[in-house]
T-cell receptor, first 113, second 115 residues
Framework: EDQVTQSPEALRLQEGESSSLNCSYT??????LFWYRQDPGKGPEFLFT???AGEEKEKERLKATLTKKESFLHITAPKPEDSATYLC??????????????FGKGTHLIIQP | GAVVSQHPSWVICKSGTSVKIECRSL??????MFWYRQFPKQSLMLMAT?????????EQGVEKDKFLINHASLTLSTLTVTSAHPEDSSFYIC???????????FGSGTQLSVL
């Protein structure tokens, strides 16, 4: 069974204080690891997809990295508007089907001005 | 970018009634759509996979007779919660896969409250 564990559950930072969010996963065969941002009462907003260990992707203040067992979402000099819940999800190979994602519980990030 | 429209955003209904939620892909054809449920402070849980023109595939523990899914066209999937009860109150989110691409796009979600 695919599993995704995110830590910490919640994180409060001062504006400009950089940090990292962790996503540990176990999956039979990783097809892709996804990061999403979710604001309260909204659906997830796509951020990144990573496919293989060593891969990195960046978007503004966010950078996602991937190893064989975990992924990190690094946030550099965050601003209050970066406050949200960040979700990690994995998609596994299943012999050709279009599979849904297995999500972690998310990290609730608060950036204080 | 691709947009997935989900309606309604919220609905309140009486116990025993049925509620239909729509999920549309606005600028791409979605051969596959997914339905998720999210309880407060919990992760999104996949309920079912909806394939255009065929029966939906339900995850273990999800009652197919209670959560009816119809994917009649390449741009529309519906989820009907039949005979809703208070324990069905949750945030329901759909997502759609653009054909030939890996990225999944999510709707804005529907908050269902059953009284």
């Amino acid at each position: 069974e695919d599993q995704v564990t995110q830590s910490p559950e919640a994180l409060r930072l001062q504006e400009g204080e950089s940090s990292s969010l962790n996503c540990s996963y176990t999956v039979s065969g990783l097809r892709g690891l996804f990061w999403y941002r979710q604001d309260p009462g909204k659906g997830p907003e796509f951020l990144f997809t990573l496919y293989s260990a060593g891969e990195e992707k960046e978007k503004e203040r966010l950078k996602a990295t991937l190893t064989k067992k975990e992924s990190f979402l690094h946030i550099t000099a965050p601003k209050p508007e970066d406050s949200a819940t960040y979700l990690c999800a994995v998609q596994a190979y299943s012999g050709g089907g279009a599979d849904g994602l297995t999500f972690g519980k998310g990290t609730h990030l608060i950036i204080q001005p | 970018g691709a947009v997935v429209s989900q309606h309604p955003s919220w609905v309140i209904c009486k116990s025993g009634t049925s509620v239909k939620i729509e999920c549309r892909s606005l600028d791409f054809q979605a051969t596959t759509m997914f339905w998720y449920r999210q309880f407060p402070k919990q992760s999104l849980m996949l309920m079912a996979t909806s394939n255009e023109g065929s029966k939906a595939t339900y995850e273990q523990g999800v009652e197919k007779d209670k959560f009816l899914i119809n994917h009649a066209s390449l741009t529309l999937s519906t989820l009907t919660v039949t005979s809703a009860h208070p324990e069905d109150s949750s945030f329901y989110i759909c997502s759609a896969k653009d054909y030939g691409k890996e990225k999944l796009f999510f709707g804005s979600g529907t908050q269902l409250s059953v009284l």
